[in-house]
Protein backbone atom coordinates (compact mmCIF):
# COMPACT_ATOMS: atom_id res chain seq x y z
CA UNK A 1 0.00 0.00 0.00
CA UNK A 2 1.95 3.35 -1.75
CA UNK A 3 2.04 5.55 1.57
CA UNK A 4 2.51 9.43 1.37
CA UNK A 5 5.49 12.23 2.86
CA UNK A 6 2.12 13.32 5.18
CA UNK A 7 4.07 12.00 8.11
CA UNK A 8 7.37 14.28 7.18
CA UNK A 9 4.60 17.05 7.38
CA UNK A 10 3.45 16.59 11.15
CA UNK A 11 5.86 19.11 12.74
CA UNK A 12 4.03 21.96 11.04
CA UNK A 13 1.25 23.60 12.75
CA UNK A 14 -1.79 21.49 11.09
CA UNK A 15 -3.84 23.01 8.26
CA UNK A 16 -7.04 22.04 10.45
CA UNK A 17 -7.70 21.65 14.30
CA UNK A 18 -10.62 20.58 15.89
CA UNK A 19 -10.10 21.39 19.86
CA UNK A 20 -12.87 20.09 21.75
CA UNK A 21 -15.68 21.35 19.40
CA UNK A 22 -19.01 20.41 20.31
CA UNK A 23 -22.47 20.96 18.91
CA UNK A 24 -26.45 20.79 19.38
CA UNK A 25 -29.38 21.08 17.05
CA UNK A 26 -33.13 21.88 17.48
CA UNK A 27 -35.17 19.36 15.78
CA UNK A 28 -37.97 20.41 17.38
CA UNK A 29 -38.49 22.54 20.32
CA UNK A 30 -35.64 21.28 22.01
CA UNK A 31 -31.60 21.20 21.81
CA UNK A 32 -30.33 17.79 21.46
CA UNK A 33 -26.70 17.02 21.65
CA UNK A 34 -25.21 16.05 17.81
CA UNK A 35 -21.34 16.23 18.56
CA UNK A 36 -19.45 16.11 21.46
CA UNK A 37 -15.96 17.25 22.39
CA UNK A 38 -14.57 16.46 18.77
CA UNK A 39 -10.96 16.55 18.51
CA UNK A 40 -8.89 15.99 15.28
CA UNK A 41 -6.08 17.51 12.87
CA UNK A 42 -5.20 17.64 9.71
CA UNK A 43 -1.95 18.61 8.05
CA UNK A 44 -0.76 19.81 5.38
CA UNK A 45 -0.99 17.28 2.29
CA UNK A 46 -2.56 14.51 4.65
CA UNK A 47 -5.87 12.50 3.95
CA UNK A 48 -7.88 11.52 7.15
CA UNK A 49 -10.74 8.90 6.31
CA UNK A 50 -13.72 9.64 8.88
CA UNK A 51 -15.92 6.43 9.27
CA UNK A 52 -18.77 5.54 11.58
CA UNK A 53 -22.49 4.22 10.92
CA UNK A 54 -25.08 6.36 9.56
CA UNK A 55 -26.06 9.10 11.76
CA UNK A 56 -22.44 8.68 13.68
CA UNK A 57 -22.03 12.60 12.77
CA UNK A 58 -20.13 12.52 10.32
CA UNK A 59 -21.83 14.85 7.90
CA UNK A 60 -22.60 16.74 10.51
CA UNK A 61 -18.70 17.66 11.79
CA UNK A 62 -18.07 18.04 7.86
CA UNK A 63 -20.81 21.14 7.14
CA UNK A 64 -19.28 22.22 10.75
CA UNK A 65 -15.71 22.85 9.39
CA UNK A 66 -17.04 25.13 7.07
CA UNK A 67 -20.16 26.69 9.06
CA UNK A 68 -23.04 25.12 6.88
CA UNK A 69 -24.94 24.03 9.51
CA UNK A 70 -27.74 26.62 10.13
CA UNK A 71 -27.39 28.75 13.10
CA UNK A 72 -30.49 29.36 13.19
CA UNK A 73 -31.07 25.68 14.75
CA UNK A 74 -28.11 25.14 16.28
CA UNK A 75 -26.04 26.03 18.99
CA UNK A 76 -22.26 26.07 19.49
CA UNK A 77 -21.96 24.07 22.98
CA UNK A 78 -18.25 24.38 23.06
CA UNK A 79 -14.83 24.08 21.61
CA UNK A 80 -13.30 25.48 18.81
CA UNK A 81 -12.57 24.86 14.86
CA UNK A 82 -9.00 26.49 13.62
CA UNK A 83 -8.80 26.62 9.80
CA UNK A 84 -4.39 28.04 8.86
CA UNK A 85 -4.61 29.34 12.68
CA UNK A 86 -8.23 31.22 12.12
CA UNK A 87 -11.60 30.10 14.66
CA UNK A 88 -14.00 29.70 11.86
CA UNK A 89 -17.12 29.32 14.30
CA UNK A 90 -16.29 33.14 15.79
CA UNK A 91 -16.08 34.59 11.94
CA UNK A 92 -19.28 35.70 10.85
CA UNK A 93 -21.15 34.65 7.47
CA UNK A 94 -19.58 37.44 5.03
CA UNK A 95 -15.71 35.78 6.16
CA UNK A 96 -17.06 32.18 6.16
CA UNK A 97 -18.27 32.40 2.23
CA UNK A 98 -14.98 33.84 1.48
CA UNK A 99 -12.56 31.03 2.95
CA UNK A 100 -15.45 28.68 0.78
CA UNK A 101 -14.94 27.64 -2.37
CA UNK A 102 -11.96 29.23 -2.44
CA UNK A 103 -9.60 27.92 1.04
CA UNK A 104 -11.63 24.92 1.10
CA UNK A 105 -13.94 22.54 -1.44
CA UNK A 106 -15.99 20.23 -0.62
CA UNK A 107 -17.84 17.53 -2.86
CA UNK A 108 -21.47 16.62 -1.25
CA UNK A 109 -22.77 13.29 -0.68
CA UNK A 110 -24.99 13.10 -3.48
CA UNK A 111 -24.28 15.07 -6.51
CA UNK A 112 -27.63 15.25 -8.32
CA UNK A 113 -28.98 17.02 -4.98
CA UNK A 114 -25.72 19.02 -4.78
CA UNK A 115 -26.00 20.66 -8.86
CA UNK A 116 -28.86 22.61 -9.58
CA UNK A 117 -31.16 21.06 -12.12
CA UNK A 118 -32.30 24.60 -13.40
CA UNK A 119 -28.93 25.25 -14.49
CA UNK A 120 -26.18 23.98 -16.78
CA UNK A 121 -23.21 22.53 -15.05
CA UNK A 122 -20.59 24.44 -16.32
CA UNK A 123 -22.33 27.45 -15.84
CA UNK A 124 -22.53 26.41 -12.09
CA UNK A 125 -18.88 25.64 -11.95
CA UNK A 126 -17.97 29.26 -13.41
CA UNK A 127 -20.23 30.70 -10.56
CA UNK A 128 -17.64 29.90 -8.65
CA UNK A 129 -14.60 30.62 -9.94
CA UNK A 130 -16.13 34.52 -10.69
CA UNK A 131 -17.39 34.95 -7.43
CA UNK A 132 -13.64 34.21 -6.01
CA UNK A 133 -11.47 34.81 -8.33
CA UNK A 134 -13.35 38.54 -10.15
CA UNK A 135 -12.95 37.09 -13.52
CA UNK A 136 -15.19 37.80 -16.68
CA UNK A 137 -17.58 35.22 -17.68
CA UNK A 138 -15.09 34.13 -20.73
CA UNK A 139 -12.09 33.76 -18.56
CA UNK A 140 -14.24 31.73 -16.38
CA UNK A 141 -15.85 29.28 -19.04
CA UNK A 142 -12.18 28.93 -20.08
CA UNK A 143 -11.34 27.58 -16.51
CA UNK A 144 -14.39 25.46 -16.70
CA UNK A 145 -13.31 23.98 -20.12
CA UNK A 146 -9.84 23.34 -18.30
CA UNK A 147 -11.02 22.21 -15.25
CA UNK A 148 -13.16 19.26 -16.96
CA UNK A 149 -10.49 18.30 -18.75
CA UNK A 150 -8.42 18.15 -15.52
CA UNK A 151 -11.14 15.81 -14.03
CA UNK A 152 -11.39 13.97 -16.77
CA UNK A 153 -14.39 14.69 -18.70
CA UNK A 154 -14.46 13.92 -21.92
CA UNK A 155 -15.40 16.32 -24.57
CA UNK A 156 -15.44 18.99 -22.04
CA UNK A 157 -16.80 21.97 -24.32
CA UNK A 158 -20.33 19.74 -24.98
CA UNK A 159 -20.25 18.69 -21.37
CA UNK A 160 -20.18 21.85 -19.59
CA UNK A 161 -23.68 22.99 -21.46
CA UNK A 162 -25.34 20.01 -20.71
CA UNK A 163 -27.98 19.96 -17.71
CA UNK A 164 -27.42 17.67 -14.85
CA UNK A 165 -29.76 15.00 -15.41
CA UNK A 166 -28.22 14.66 -19.12
CA UNK A 167 -24.97 13.50 -17.25
CA UNK A 168 -24.48 10.04 -15.76
CA UNK A 169 -23.67 9.78 -11.91
CA UNK A 170 -19.89 9.71 -12.39
CA UNK A 171 -20.00 12.43 -15.04
CA UNK A 172 -21.68 14.55 -12.07
CA UNK A 173 -19.64 13.39 -9.55
CA UNK A 174 -16.95 14.82 -11.72
CA UNK A 175 -18.52 17.85 -11.83
CA UNK A 176 -18.82 18.01 -8.60
CA UNK A 177 -15.22 17.56 -7.83
CA UNK A 178 -13.99 20.01 -10.53
CA UNK A 179 -16.74 22.64 -8.47
CA UNK A 180 -14.87 21.79 -5.28
CA UNK A 181 -11.04 22.23 -7.04
CA UNK A 182 -12.24 25.34 -9.06
CA UNK A 183 -10.29 27.49 -6.83
CA UNK A 184 -7.33 25.54 -5.91
CA UNK A 185 -7.99 25.02 -2.25
CA UNK A 186 -5.99 23.69 0.35
CA UNK A 187 -8.33 21.44 2.27
CA UNK A 188 -11.18 19.47 0.23
CA UNK A 189 -13.80 18.06 2.29
CA UNK A 190 -15.12 14.87 0.40
CA UNK A 191 -18.65 13.57 1.57
CA UNK A 192 -19.11 10.16 0.59
CA UNK A 193 -18.11 10.71 -2.95
CA UNK A 194 -17.94 7.49 -4.62
CA UNK A 195 -21.38 6.55 -3.07
CA UNK A 196 -24.39 5.27 -5.83
CA UNK A 197 -21.35 4.40 -7.97
CA UNK A 198 -20.70 0.93 -9.43
CA UNK A 199 -16.90 -0.49 -8.65
CA UNK A 200 -15.96 1.07 -12.17
CA UNK A 201 -16.60 4.41 -11.60
CA UNK A 202 -16.04 4.13 -8.08
CA UNK A 203 -12.28 3.43 -8.25
CA UNK A 204 -11.88 6.22 -11.25
CA UNK A 205 -13.12 8.75 -8.68
CA UNK A 206 -10.39 7.72 -6.31
CA UNK A 207 -8.00 7.41 -8.67
CA UNK A 208 -8.79 10.96 -9.64
CA UNK A 209 -8.87 12.14 -6.22
CA UNK A 210 -5.24 10.99 -5.51
CA UNK A 211 -3.99 12.52 -8.61
CA UNK A 212 -5.38 15.68 -7.88
CA UNK A 213 -3.84 15.28 -4.14
CA UNK A 214 -0.61 14.99 -5.15
CA UNK A 215 -0.23 17.96 -8.13
CA UNK A 216 -1.68 20.46 -5.67
CA UNK A 217 -0.52 18.94 -1.90
CA UNK A 218 -4.16 19.34 -0.76
CA UNK A 219 -4.82 17.93 2.34
CA UNK A 220 -8.14 15.66 2.20
CA UNK A 221 -11.03 14.65 5.15
CA UNK A 222 -12.42 11.67 3.37
CA UNK A 223 -15.99 10.34 4.85
CA UNK A 224 -16.75 7.05 3.58
CA UNK A 225 -19.02 4.08 5.28
CA UNK A 226 -16.55 1.60 2.99
CA UNK A 227 -13.35 0.13 4.87
CA UNK A 228 -11.58 -0.60 2.45
CA UNK A 229 -11.98 2.67 0.09
CA UNK A 230 -10.04 4.62 3.84
CA UNK A 231 -7.91 1.41 3.80
CA UNK A 232 -6.58 2.23 0.05
CA UNK A 233 -6.92 6.41 0.26
CA UNK A 234 -5.99 7.76 3.68
CA UNK A 235 -3.05 8.46 6.07
CA UNK A 236 -5.27 7.97 9.42
CA UNK A 237 -8.71 7.37 10.15
CA UNK A 238 -11.38 8.54 12.52
CA UNK A 239 -13.86 6.47 14.11
CA UNK A 240 -17.04 8.17 14.64
CA UNK A 241 -20.12 6.78 17.22
CA UNK A 242 -23.13 8.44 18.63
CA UNK A 243 -21.49 12.05 18.18
CA UNK A 244 -18.12 11.13 19.30
CA UNK A 245 -14.90 10.29 17.87
CA UNK A 246 -13.95 6.81 19.44
CA UNK A 247 -10.49 5.58 17.56
CA UNK A 248 -8.49 7.86 15.90
CA UNK A 249 -5.04 5.60 14.32
CA UNK A 250 -2.42 5.47 11.49
CA UNK A 251 -3.83 3.47 9.12
CA UNK A 252 -2.16 0.18 9.06
CA UNK A 253 -1.95 0.02 12.92
CA UNK A 254 -5.99 0.28 13.04
CA UNK A 255 -6.49 -2.38 10.52
CA UNK A 256 -3.99 -5.00 11.91
CA UNK A 257 -5.02 -3.97 15.65
CA UNK A 258 -7.90 -1.86 16.01
CA UNK A 259 -8.39 -0.65 19.79
CA UNK A 260 -11.56 0.09 20.12
CA UNK A 261 -14.36 -2.52 20.09
CA UNK A 262 -16.55 -0.65 17.70
CA UNK A 263 -13.81 -0.42 15.46
CA UNK A 264 -12.55 -3.92 15.55
CA UNK A 265 -16.73 -4.91 15.16
CA UNK A 266 -17.02 -2.47 12.13
CA UNK A 267 -13.75 -4.22 10.85
CA UNK A 268 -14.86 -8.19 11.39
CA UNK A 269 -18.10 -6.91 8.97
CA UNK A 270 -15.26 -6.74 6.17
CA UNK A 271 -16.21 -9.27 3.93
CA UNK A 272 -12.83 -10.67 3.49
CA UNK A 273 -12.61 -11.07 7.31
CA UNK A 274 -16.16 -13.20 6.73
CA UNK A 275 -15.54 -17.16 7.01
CA UNK A 276 -16.53 -19.09 3.86
CA UNK A 277 -20.23 -20.30 3.67
CA UNK A 278 -21.22 -19.01 7.00
CA UNK A 279 -23.15 -16.76 8.40
CA UNK A 280 -22.18 -12.67 8.41
CA UNK A 281 -20.91 -11.08 11.18
CA UNK A 282 -23.38 -8.46 12.74
CA UNK A 283 -22.66 -5.33 14.88
CA UNK A 284 -26.49 -6.43 17.23
CA UNK A 285 -27.95 -3.57 18.72
CA UNK A 286 -28.25 0.14 16.80
CA UNK A 287 -26.69 3.25 17.76
CA UNK A 288 -28.13 5.56 20.15
CA UNK A 289 -31.46 8.15 19.20
CA UNK A 290 -30.91 11.59 18.93
CA UNK A 291 -30.22 12.95 22.20
CA UNK A 292 -30.66 9.73 24.30
CA UNK A 293 -27.06 8.58 24.96
CA UNK A 294 -25.63 6.69 27.87
CA UNK A 295 -24.26 8.21 31.02
CA UNK A 296 -20.69 6.28 30.31
CA UNK A 297 -19.31 5.00 27.48
CA UNK A 298 -22.31 5.09 24.41
CA UNK A 299 -20.90 1.68 23.12
CA UNK A 300 -21.55 0.43 26.16
CA UNK A 301 -24.81 -1.51 25.12
CA UNK A 302 -23.64 -3.21 22.07
CA UNK A 303 -20.48 -3.89 23.34
CA UNK A 304 -18.96 -7.41 24.14
CA UNK A 305 -16.37 -6.47 25.82
CA UNK A 306 -18.24 -3.95 28.29
CA UNK A 307 -17.79 -4.14 32.79
CA UNK A 308 -21.02 -2.81 34.57
CA UNK A 309 -20.19 -0.22 36.94
CA UNK A 310 -16.62 0.46 35.04
CA UNK A 311 -17.89 1.56 31.56
CA UNK A 312 -20.91 2.54 31.64
CA UNK A 313 -20.68 4.97 34.80
CA UNK A 314 -18.56 8.35 33.56
CA UNK A 315 -18.29 9.89 29.92
CA UNK A 316 -14.83 8.53 28.51
CA UNK A 317 -12.28 10.81 27.55
CA UNK A 318 -10.34 10.57 24.51
CA UNK A 319 -6.86 9.62 25.47
CA UNK A 320 -3.25 9.08 23.38
CA UNK A 321 -2.37 5.57 23.33
CA UNK A 322 0.49 3.81 20.41
CA UNK A 323 0.42 7.09 18.61
CA UNK A 324 -3.21 7.29 18.18
CA UNK A 325 -5.97 8.00 20.66
CA UNK A 326 -9.43 5.69 21.95
CA UNK A 327 -12.11 6.07 24.24
CA UNK A 328 -11.73 3.12 26.06
CA UNK A 329 -11.15 2.39 29.96
CA UNK A 330 -9.99 -1.34 28.61
CA UNK A 331 -8.36 -0.78 25.44
CA UNK A 332 -4.70 -1.82 26.87
CA UNK A 333 -6.34 -4.89 28.05
CA UNK A 334 -8.41 -6.10 25.10
CA UNK A 335 -6.67 -7.70 21.64
CA UNK A 336 -9.28 -7.30 19.46
CA UNK A 337 -9.14 -8.70 15.78
CA UNK A 338 -8.64 -6.50 13.01
CA UNK A 339 -8.30 -7.55 9.39
CA UNK A 340 -6.49 -10.63 8.70
CA UNK A 341 -3.11 -11.08 6.45
Known amino acids: MERTDAATKTDAAPLLSVEGFSLDIAPGREYLPVLDDISLTVGAGEVVGLVGESGSGKSTLAMSLIGLVPKRISRQRGGRILFNGVDVTALPERDLRAIRGSQVGMIFQ ?6 DPAYRVGDQVAEVIRRHNGVSRAEARAQVIEDFRLVEISDPERRA ?34 TALDVTTQAQILDLLRR ?3 EMDMSIVLISHDLAVIAEFCDRVMVMYAGQIVEQAPIDPFFVRP ?15 QPPLQQLSVLRGSPPALGHVASGCRFAARCDF ?20 VRCVR ?7 GVGE
Open 110 to 115: EPMTAL
Open 161 to 194: DAYPHELSGGLRQRVCIAMAIACRPSLLIADEPT
Open 212 to 214: LRA
Open 259 to 273: RHPYSSALLQSLPEN
Open 306 to 325: VQHGRCDVEPIPLRGLDGGA
Open 331 to 337: AEELALP
